[in-house]
């Protein structure tokens, strides 16, 4: 049986991964901040672990939790966008400090405690990113911060890679979805997106390191 790991699986597309890896036979670790998600996860069959990424501490109690362990296939799902302010306004410091904690500090903190086990299973991991962060394909500067954190994760997985060659780490585009950030009149649903990035996850192979893809299988020309 595979091990998946889901880091922010309270609701969303991360919950949603969470129910499709189950639903497929898989073994799921997933965390959430929130005793109500922690047990919305245990009731699907997953085992859930408590971790709050925009928390240092929290994440710096990840690695024991997961001692031992060889994950085959893990999923950093973490993301804010608190506005759609472009460049126009600048953010704030709280604003600021908010998406560029959740969006990128916190994978830059939990690759070195989780990449090393998923090279242990010569497995892959996911970082949910955004077409949004793609520097080549800018056109607008709408929701400037989200995609400044976007491009920054980009890079941190980018230039992970380098560090951990046993394993293969990318970066996928979830599309427009219908979440709490993407709203109800997203066109695609979270059951659509978490579908397609299983089935990339699937097809990577480790000529794909570092690679940029969309839930639909695209893969990025540029960065």
């Known amino acids: 049986m595979s091990t998946t790991l889901i880091i922010a699986a309270s609701r969303g597309i991360g919950l ?3 129910r499709q890896a189950i639903d497929a036979g898989e073994r799921v670790i997933a965390t959430a901040r929130s005793e109500t998600a922690l047990a919305q ?5 997953a085992q859930a672990l408590r971790l709050d990424v925009a928390d240092v501490a929290s994440v710096s109690g990840l690695a024991w939790q997961l001692d031992g362990e060889k994950i085959d296939t893990a999923w950093y799902v973490a993301g804010v966008m608190c506005n759609r302010a472009n460049a126009t306004q600048p953010p704030t410091r709280e604003q600021f400090d908010r998406v560029m904690h959740t969006n990128v500090l916190g994978a830059m903190q939990l690759i070195p405690q989780v990449v090393p086990l998923v090279e242990s299973a010569g497995g892959r991991m996911a970082f949910i990113s955004s077409a949004m962060g793609l520097i080549g394909e800018v056109g607008s500067s709408s929701a400037w911060l989200y995609r400044v954190s976007k491009a920054a994760l980009n890079m941190t997985v980018k230039s992970a890679q380098a560090s951990y060659p046993g394993a293969t780490l990318v970066c996928l585009h979830p599309g427009w979805v219908q979440t709490d950030m993407g709203g ?6 979270a059951v659509q997106s978490a579908a397609g990035m299983r089935r990339v996850m699937a097809a990577v192979t480790p000529q794909d390191q570092g690679a940029f893809f969309s839930y639909d299988g695209q893969r990025a020309s540029t960065w």
């Open 16 to 18: 949603e991964l969470a």
């Open 41 to 45: 996860l245990r009731e699907l069959g």
């Open 184 to 189: 109800s009149g997203a066109p695609v649903t």
